[in-house]
């Protein structure tokens, strides 16, 4: 019953590749965020959605793609996977107002 | 623009010693001002939050402080146990719900 569940855990793959990392939530939360949070734990926010729609889309190379289904669901999908895209991708999500904010366990990219 | 400092980057007390840990942010509209606590290969966990129309609140061992007009918000543990060992993060919430973090705070708690 984790509240904000990513997978997988670990990816490791080659440069070139396309992968994509998964995120569920079962808490009713209407926004979710992927954070990417680098070799020195700095958190950066990527993207949020609300209901479905996108939110906030940082200065993120345009090889990130996020996916929403459904309010439930926010994948990421990563296309030419770079040397520099190795980080831990952090799923969150928060009902609003406040934004309490809660996260899932990471998914820990290496590209080789 | 929006953007949260945080300090020190590292900070090491003795155990059941205070700890302090300080952030400014750059937008007045922001009104929320969450903590959080990562333990190492651990996700990110939400210990304690305030809103901007509340001064300071506390919660056993730890407090927080925002002072409004000189956009200053501050983390306090007291009496630190060696579980407190951990990066801390501040961060501040903007419109549209976009949570922006801190660089993070290393807190070693030593024996």
């Known amino acids: 019953d984790t509240a904000v569940s990513q997978t997988p855990k670990y990816l490791v793959t080659q440069m070139g590749n396309d992968k994509s990392i998964k995120c569920e939530q079962n808490l009713g939360h209407d926004t979710m965020y992927w954070y990417k949070q680098d070799s020195k734990k700095f958190l950066k926010i990527m993207f949020s959605?609300?209901?479905?729609?996108?939110?906030i889309n940082e200065t993120v190379p345009n090889r990130f793609s996020p996916k929403s289904p459904d309010k439930a669901h926010l994948n990421l999908h990563i296309n030419s996977l770079e040397l520099g895209d190795s980080a831990v991708y952090f799923c969150a999500s928060s009902r609003g107002a406040p934004p309490r904010a809660f996260f899932g366990q990471g998914t820990r990219l290496t590209v080789v | 623009g929006e953007n949260v400092e945080q300090h020190p980057s590292t900070l090491s007390v003795q155990e059941g010693d205070s700890a302090v840990i300080k952030c400014t942010y750059s937008d007045s509209a922001s009104n929320y001002f969450p903590w959080y606590k990562q333990e190492l290969g651990k996700r990110p966990q939400l210990i304690i939050d305030?809103?901007?129309?509340?001064g300071e609140k506390k919660d056993q061992r730890i407090a927080v402080t925002l002072n409004k007009t000189a956009k200053h918000f501050s983390l306090h543990i007291t009496e630190t146990q060696p579980e407190d060992s951990a990066v801390y993060f501040c961060?501040?919430?903007?419109?549209?719900?976009?949570?922006?973090f801190g660089k993070g705070t290393r807190l070693h708690i030593l024996p």
């Open positions: 961060a501040a919430g903007y419109r549209d719900d976009k949570i922006i």
């Open positions: 305030i809103r901007s129309n509340v």
């Open positions: 959605y609300n209901n479905k729609e996108l939110i």
